[in-house]
């Protein structure tokens, strides 16, 4: 089985940062799209500097489950709690302010806007001081140099793997308690992949808390402290990604492989 040497060394060096406690519980939740049961009955957890995986085919309900975390869709049934609070009917801006930000797929940039002015949409909620905007956009021109070097041009006439460095620099303006990134490796080259998820390695060291939806299970895994896979809506298995990343069926099923 092909793996990415970079991430699998690091991995091993991924560690939680103080007390493990569960900061988002997701607890028996469903959604629903008319008729059609989207996700059902759906408990996840992630823990304070922990980095989840969400794996599953597209379809499987994982997009779904992410917006409803994040206050855009409603749930009929469950409950969503962070940092201790019911938060299950909370509203998209009321999960910015407490800090949970989601990086969506396909990125959502504004094309005819310029990247600086993209990133700084990411802080419009926090009501920071000129000053500490300025710190803020230095760290993420340090974290993405495309991110200075292109700071001028129009987001919509930037790469597909441009565009998605300029998307987590919004989401990470924000400055999240827990970061939720959906399809961060969709359509980009298997280079970009690996350098997609060497920043979410980056991001764990500050203490963040991350949770990733993917279709590419053995990049997701290979980041993750714990991963949970969801078939047609539902959450099938679950535990720990080292373990899950050898496990025969899901590399079956998700990697296309029989054996390591």
């Known amino acids: 089985m ?5 991430l699998d060394a690091r991995r091993a060096q991924i560690k939680r940062v103080g007390k493990i406690e569960m900061i988002l519980n997701v607890t ?3 959604l629903a799209y008319g008729s059609r049961i989207a996700v059902d009955q759906a408990s996840m ?12 085919a597209n379809g499987a309900g994982k997009s779904t489950l992410l917006k409803s975390i994040v206050g855009i869709q409603n749930s009929f049934g469950g409950s969503i ?7 299950t009917k909370w509203t998209p801006e009321a999960a910015v302010r407490a800090g949970v930000i989601l990086c969506p797929e396909g990125r959502h940039l504004f094309p005819e806007m310029s990247v600086r002015d993209n990133l700084l ?12 905007t300025r710190a803020k ?34 989401a990470l303006m924000s400055q999240p ?30 203490g963040c808390s991350v949770l990733i939806a993917e279709q590419n299970v053995q990049s997701a895994l290979g980041v993750a402290h714990r991963a949970y896979v969801m078939e047609a809506g539902k959450i099938v298995k ?23």
């Open 45 to 56: 957890t992630v823990a304070a500097s922990e980095c989840v995986a969400l794996v599953g």
């Open 177 to 206: 308690k827990l970061l939720i990134l959906d399809e961060p490796s969709l359509g980009l080259a298997p280079l970009l992949v690996e350098r997609v998820f060497e920043i979410v390695l980056t991001i764990l060291e500050t």
């Open 238 to 260: 679950s535990g720990d990604a080292s373990r899950l990343s050898t496990d025969p069926a899901l590399l079956s099923a998700f990697i296309g492989v029989d054996e390591i």
């Open 2 to 6: 092909c793996r990415m040497p970079i």
């Open 137 to 170: 956009i230095k760290e993420i021109e340090e974290l993405f140099p495309v991110v200075n070097e292109r700071k001028n041009q129009l987001a919509g006439t930037l790469s597909g793997g441009e565009q998605q460095m300029v998307a987590l620099g919004r």
């Open 28 to 30: 028996n939740l469903s």
């Open 121 to 132: 949409l990411g802080a419009t909620k926090l009501n920071l001081s000129n000053a500490q």
């Open 81 to 87: 709690s962070f940092d201790g609070r019911d938060v």
